[in-house]
């Protein structure tokens, strides 16, 4: 009698469940497709809520050339000194795996173009001209650090953040933008937060995706996930590690998410 | 004129208009715990609700006060002597200015030995500003590298200056000179004047062109007590239009952080409305602050009671030694910030460095006040008992 009581309760369950996942399926079809096509997640300690990272809208120039068959090539425009010092890879390095184990199947190809302690208006010519040359169907352009450490005049910084994204987009390539590092002894000499804010204004009233690696690597430390202020050499190799390991999933994982599920999906289906 | 003499003698304290103080004082605290780069409890000062913020009240009140003590100079013992005496006071800030960059320095050389991490150097390259000390150092003596938090001192020095060429004119004909500043704020706005940094490229981050219109329009209004009189007088639309004014720029500040709100703002009004600089005091701020000030003005005017009040004695104090306090709130800011980042960063961590570092503001704003009529006083003593001496 219990028993049977039970399995009717453990039944209804199952009904109430199965009904959750078809309306959950049935309200938002995109957000489960998108979840599927890009499977492998970030590592726990890397994650940030949606609050700090939510990658919106479509990269209609990266799914349009994949939908295609074509090749998936990200252009990183940097202003980094371009060798790592510890030997262990940057993000711009691990970003063609991390890409690679989310797009299963799909060729992927990263170029780094290093441009050590310029500013967004010095970067704006050579980016143009290597994505002239490259013809990457994606650039990542990390911008705003110099500028902020000059304290250079923030709509000048704007004006070139603009034709930087307009020349890019008029040669075929979505862009993404990211911002500068996080810690609390840089942030105290140096005023990110309006360049930060510029960038993140700009993506809000354009379709431009800005990667917030300033707020993700604040959230890191405020959590105690990274400690920079551990001055052993083992600390900073660590702490060298995860940022740009985390770095590079999160980039990847925002690109996957932000890839049209239809225009794999389709291609998927067809090799299986 | 005849007032200014018969303040003389003696209770200067009581003609002040209390408010000047406070707000100044308030504009100080805000300034102190936005300073604080780790401290949340910066969201709560005026940025983060409307386009203007401290700095606005900072500036306005300096110049209304330096219009207020160094007029009565001109007034009583003439040009050379309200020269002189803001050229000290420039002194003395130039030299509060070399101190605390050599606090600061201090603080760079720390941060640039921790932060001999890869991480940073590659993208930074933080130990850049101690490669070439010398030319780190000779900058700095002509203001010309300035370290973040201490951009607001170099503007007040600059304008200072200025403002002892340009005192008689501006007692003499204050709408005039404030014609002139209007046409100089227009003029850098228009081609972009400003006042270079080290390292190349950058500019002053206060741009005291544009900055000083602000100074100015104080000290020409201080210059006008009708003008005054009649610019704050109450009437229903300019309040409704101020509110108006606060409400809009409210919802602007509020659409930075919230991206939903953002999108209902048309795009041809944000194409219009930004960038909205700090740098170069963008109108939009100017408005604000001006909306700011009309409805402030009124629901605290001239006598209130509450001015006098035991709450309000803390922020008046502080806002009597502007400069002192100020001074000790950029070095209480670094060693607050160091606390912050070393020792904890709990939301009860920030908050005892926000109390603790203006309670220290107060003590200092308080020990300087009864020091300085003490001192005073001493003075009157001293002149009193010489005089009947001869």
């Keep these: ?272 | 004129m005849k007032n200014a003499i018969s303040a003389d003698s003696g209770n200067e304290t009581a003609a002040r208009d209390l408010r000047l103080d406070f707000f100044r004082g308030l504009a100080l605290w805000f300034i102190f715990v936005n300073h604080i780069p780790a401290n949340q409890i910066s969201w709560a000062t005026p940025r983060n609700f409307g386009l203007s913020d401290a700095t606005e009240i900072f500036v306005f009140i300096s110049g209304y006060t330096a219009a207020l003590v160094y007029g009565r100079t001109l007034d009583r013992q003439g040009m050379p002597m309200a020269a002189a005496q803001v050229l000290h006071r420039s002194w003395t800030l130039y030299a509060t200015y070399i101190i605390l960059f050599f606090a600061y320095t201090a603080q760079i050389a720390y941060t640039a030995r921790a932060f001999d991490s890869p991480l940073f150097a590659e993208e930074m390259g933080i130990a850049g500003y101690f490669q070439d000390p010398v030319t780190a150092l000779t900058q700095a003596i002509l203001l010309k590298f300035r370290p973040a938090n201490l951009d607001v001192l170099p503007l007040y020095i600059v304008l200072l200056l200025a403002f002892a060429l340009v005192l008689p004119a501006l007692r003499r004909r204050p709408l005039g000179m404030l014609a002139g500043s209007a046409a100089l704020y227009l003029a850098a706005r228009q081609w972009g004047w400003n006042l270079p940094t080290y390292p190349d490229g950058g500019v002053w981050y206060f741009n005291p062109f544009t900055w000083q219109f602000l100074f100015v329009m104080g000290a020409s209004l201080q210059f006008q007590p009708d003008l005054r009189t009649t610019l704050t007088r109450f009437r229903r639309p300019v309040a409704v239009a101020a509110g108006a004014v606060l409400l809009a720029s409210l919802f602007l500040t509020l659409s930075w952080k919230f991206a939903p709100l953002h999108a209902l703002i048309p795009v041809w009004l944000t194409e219009i409305l930004y960038p909205i600089s700090k740098t170069d005091l963008d109108p939009l701020r100017l408005l604000h602050f001006f909306a700011l000030a009309y409805l402030v003005l009124w629901l605290v005017p001239a006598g209130t009671s509450w001015l006098r009040g035991p709450l309000a004695a803390p922020v008046l104090a502080c806002g009597r030694q502007s400069l002192h306090v100020f001074c000790l709130g950029v070095l209480l800011s670094f060693a607050g910030q160091t606390v912050l980042v070393h020792v904890s960063g709990s939301l009860s961590a920030q908050f005892l460095v926000t109390v603790l570092g203006i309670a220290t503001m107060v003590l200092m704003a308080r020990f300087l006040n009864w020091y300085q009529s003490a001192e005073r006083a001493r003075r009157h003593r001293v002149a009193a008992t010489t005089k009947m001496g001869t």
């Excluded at chain 1, 998108?34 to 809208?57: F, N, R, T, Y």
């Design chain 1, 1 to 272: 009698m219990a028993r049977r009581q039970e399995q009717g309760r453990g039944r209804r369950l199952l009904t109430v469940t199965a009904i959750l996942l078809a309306a959950t399926l049935f309200v938002s079809p995109d957000r489960i497709l998108a979840g599927q096509s890009a499977a492998p997640s970030v590592d726990p300690a890397c994650a940030v809520p949606d609050s700090i990272l939510a990658p919106g809208g479509v990269l209609p120039r990266v799914s349009a050339q994949l939908a295609a068959g074509l090749p998936l090539s990200v252009l990183v425009v940097h202003s980094a000194k371009s060798p790592p010092k510890p030997g262990i890879p940057g993000y711009p390095a691990r970003l063609e795996g991390e890409l690679k184990r989310r797009l299963p199947g799909r060729q992927v190809s990263t170029a780094v173009l290093s441009l050590p302690g310029e500013a967004a208006p010095a970067m704006v010519a050579p980016l143009t001209r290597a994505v002239e040359n490259q013809r990457p169907a994606l650039v990542v352009w990390q911008t705003g650090t110099v500028d902020a450490m000059r304290s250079l005049d923030l709509e000048s910084f704007g004006t070139a953040l603009q034709s930087g994204i307009a020349e890019v987009q008029r040669r075929g390539a979505d862009i993404v933008i990211m911002d500068m590092q996080y810690s609390m002894h840089t942030a105290q000499l140096i005023d990110f937060a309006p360049y930060v804010s510029y960038m993140s204004w700009l993506s809000q009233s354009s379709d431009v995706f800005h990667f917030p690696r300033y707020d993700i690597m604040r959230r890191w430390v405020e959590d105690g996930r990274v400690d920079f202020a551990d001055e052993s050499d083992e600390a900073k190799r660590r702490s060298y590690e995860f940022v740009h390991q985390c770095i590079g999933q999160l980039l990847a994982q925002s690109v996957a998410t932000m890839i049209d599920p239809l225009s794999i999906g389709r291609r998927t289906g067809a090799s299986n």
